[in-house]
């Protein structure tokens, strides 16, 4: 009789609501984009080609081996607490197997198909924030990077931390950047879901989610503050149940095989990010002059702009100073979840009204990006 009360039953069909709202607009994109509709198609098939004909590798085997628990708590206990990351990919594996067995076809397979749908909400997000140019070709590098294919096809949290991040990015700009709606006054249900599952699924997912939590706060309207502030805080609070295994997963120290990062990390990290491949080095660098001197008179320095070179930046250089000072954990994999924040940037002074130079600029890119990928690579 309580959860019947108008505040539960009113607050559920909003949470309903707003979840269906949402998910036909995203279904509606895809169908009326045919750009999308390629660039989705591409990212598919090389995620899933070949995803599970290589062995699995030790960091998957790893958790393979911890998955060997009598239940939940026993999980949670052995499984989880010896481990340096939260619980959530841990514990969906555990079902998951259970369900679909251990095989590398179906263990990897939810994590393929995160990476495909990573592609498809960067399209949204710097669509909105920068247009149909800059989100083609932001969502086409993602689509056919090395460094995103790989940790799409491995069965650990890169795949699904980078989904929720970029899922967490486009609802809070709902919140931030869209008048709220009358079903938006109290929480807003897609923020507050991803925010709690990229804190339940890598510690540098949750870096990322508290990045862009705080840039919020300096971006709030009187009429979304509400929203944001309930939806957020309603999300940490979900983590709750989960501190006494954060607080001694990090009271173990970082991970003793790792070696503290070089002078020279960041440029390896680039490097690496773009396939180690001069020629798409060259690639990128042109695009960003050449945009730079077509468009000169139309761009403009928006706030969207910098938002994405600070996301891009401070999970680095906190990852970067937390290894050399206390703990090493810098690696290429837990910088995967802001990396996407650089693609825009790179195409971000494309604009609209030279379709002739956007379409060829888009050709000469996934014509690159694939003889890199599949021929380098």
């Not at 960041?266 to 990010?273: D, N």
Request: proline share 4%; with cysteine; aromatic share 22%.
């Amino acid at each position: 009789k309580y959860l019947q009360q108008p505040i539960f039953t009113n607050n559920f069909y909003r949470f309903y609501s707003q979840g269906v709202i949402s998910g036909v607009m995203i279904l509606k994109k895809i169908i009326n984009d045919r750009w999308l509709q390629l660039i989705l198609l591409l990212a598919a098939v090389l995620r899933f080609y070949n995803y599970s004909s290589w062995s699995l590798s030790n960091d998957e085997l790893s958790a393979l081996v911890r998955l060997q628990a009598n239940g939940f708590f026993d999980l949670i206990t052995h499984g989880v607490r010896p481990d340096f990351h939260p619980a959530g990919v841990e514990v969906f594996l555990f079902y998951w197997v259970k369900l679909f067995g251990d095989s590398a076809a179906s263990i990897r397979l939810p994590f393929v198909i995160a990476g495909k749908f990573s592609v498809l909400f960067l399209y949204l997000i710097a669509e909105k924030w920068f247009g149909k140019t800059t989100a083609i070709l932001a969502a086409l590098s993602l689509a056919f990077l090395k460094y995103t294919i790989l940790y799409s096809q491995v069965a650990r949290p890169y795949s699904p931390g980078l989904l929720f991040s970029l899922t967490m990015v486009y609802y809070w700009s709902e919140i931030i950047f869209s008048k709220p709606s009358y079903k938006q006054k109290n929480f807003h249900w897609g923020y507050m879901i991803s925010t709690s599952l990229c804190m339940y699924t890598h510690y540098f997912s949750f870096l990322f989610a508290i990045v862009v939590g705080v840039t919020g706060l300096f971006l709030l309207k009187r009429e979304t503050a509400k929203p944001y502030l309930f939806s957020a805080s309603t999300a940490a609070a979900f983590f709750v149940p989960h501190l006494s295994i954060s607080i001694e997963q990090f009271s173990s120290g970082g991970l003793g095989w790792l070696g503290k990062p070089e002078v020279g990390y960041f440029s390896k990290y680039i490097s690496y990010a773009f396939n180690d491949s001069p020629l798409l080095h060259w690639i990128f660098i042109s695009f960003f002059f050449a945009s730079f001197i077509f468009y000169f008179s139309n761009i403009k320095l928006t706030r969207h702009l910098f938002i994405c070179i600070v996301w891009f930046f401070i999970p680095y250089l906190i990852g970067y100073y937390y290894s050399v000072y206390i703990n090493p954990v810098l690696q290429y994999s837990i910088l995967i979840f802001s990396f996407p924040f650089l693609l825009p940037v790179i195409f971000s002074f494309f604009k609209e009204h030279r379709p002739v130079v956007n379409l060829t600029a888009a050709i000469i890119l996934a014509a690159a990006g694939l003889y890199s990928t599949v021929y380098e690579k």
